[in-house]
């Protein structure tokens, strides 16, 4: 098992410790041209979580090449590489200039226009264009996660991300948005359920990879999710309040395991489905 970050949630160069403290550091999304993001205000706290509306801020590929990607690389840990854009061909084009990486396709940011082409079309291009690993980074928006996950997988999918944030609103004691889009993705402890049922859905589709994410911030909600399916887990709004959530969710993922009579991560990978499987038998 894997222990990484969601992207977007830590600035590896501003908190180095925090990243290196992880199995591999994802990056924020890159695109093609340097972004902004939305005007603010772009985050804002909501019941059991946490509204963003960044709008894919970065500094663009180029620049990314050139200064972000060398810096990240001094840090000595294994690097993801979080890419976006707005049609396939800006994905491909991203894909085909990174090497020596893991590839997760941002295919389901809330806070942007999405490209016009499916999950399954992107991930087709792009692994057209890279040798690199790609894992595609879904929506728990979708009715059917299993066909989103077997169309992917079918496209040339690596491994499989679950999930992005949910789309939400807040708003303040004027009843007005709290955030200036109107609306954000929500994360934190109450995305949890939403994105169990999403692992295991993609579990009973297929036998990649998974990375499972979505208001993880203790050893018991990263062993919950091992147990609906995922092979990784990783760390996303915990990150704003507690720098030190990865060395304490490993230790505390450690005693649960060890409470559950399981040696190691991966022997309780999927041990929920497991259980349906035999009351069904």
Same mark, same amino acid.
Request: charged residues 20%.
């Given at each position: ?7 977007g ?9 925090t990243?290196?403290?992880f199995d591999?550091?994802v ?7 340097a972004?902004?993001?939305?005007p603010p205000?772009?985050i804002a706290?909501?019941? @059991?979580?946490?509204?963003?509306a ?6 663009g590929?180029e ?13 000595g840990?294994?690097l993801?590489v979080s ?5 396939a061909?800006e994905?491909?084009?991203?894909c085909?200039?990174l090497e020596?990486?893991t ?7 809330p ?6 082409e499916s999950?399954a079309e992107?991930v ?5 264009a890279t040798?690199c690993?790609?894992f595609?980074?879904?929506?728990p928006?979708?009715?059917d996660?299993?066909?989103t996950?077997?169309?992917v ?7 499989? @991300?679950?999930v992005?944030?949910l ?6 004691a004027?009843l007005?948005?709290k955030?200036a ?5 929500y994360?934190?402890?109450a995305l ?8 295991c859905?993609?579990r ?5 990879p998974?990375?499972g994410?979505?208001?993880v911030a203790?050893?018991?909600d990263?062993?919950?999710m091992?147990a609906c ?10 990150l704003?309040?507690?720098p030190?959530a990865?060395?304490r969710v490993r230790d ?6 060890e409470r559950?009579g399981?040696?190691?991560p991966d022997?309780a @990978?999927?041990?929920a489905l497991?259980?349906v499987?035999?009351?069904a038998?």
């Open positions: 098992m894997l222990l990484v970050n969601a992207s949630c830590l600035d590896a160069l501003t908190a180095p410790a990243a290196q403290a591999a550091f990056t924020k999304t890159v695109t093609p041209d972004r902004g993001g939305n205000v772009r706290e909501a019941e @059991s979580g946490m509204l963003n960044i709008g894919l801020a970065n500094p590929r620049r990314f090449l050139a200064d972000s990607l060398p810096a990240l690389r001094a840090l840990v294994p993801w890419v976006g854009g707005f049609a061909h994905y491909a084009e991203t085909a200039r020596a990486v590839i997760e396709l941002n295919l389901s940011c806070n942007v226009d999405e490209a016009p999950a992107i087709a291009a792009c692994r057209a040798t690993t790609i595609a980074k879904l929506s928006h979708a009715w996660i299993g066909e996950v077997r169309a997988e079918a496209a040339g999918a690596d491994g499989i @991300s679950l992005n944030t789309r939400g609103v807040a708003l303040d004027r007005r948005p955030l889009r109107v609306s954000g993705g994360s934190g402890p949890k359920p939403v994105a169990l049922a999403a692992v859905a993609a009973r589709a297929t036998s990649l998974i990375v994410m979505g208001g203790s050893g018991r990263a062993l919950e091992l399916g995922a092979t990784h887990v990783a760390l996303g709004t915990v704003f309040a507690d030190n990865p060395s505390e993922l450690r005693d649960e395991l559950a399981f040696e190691t022997a @990978s999927g041990v497991d259980a499987a035999n009351l038998n």
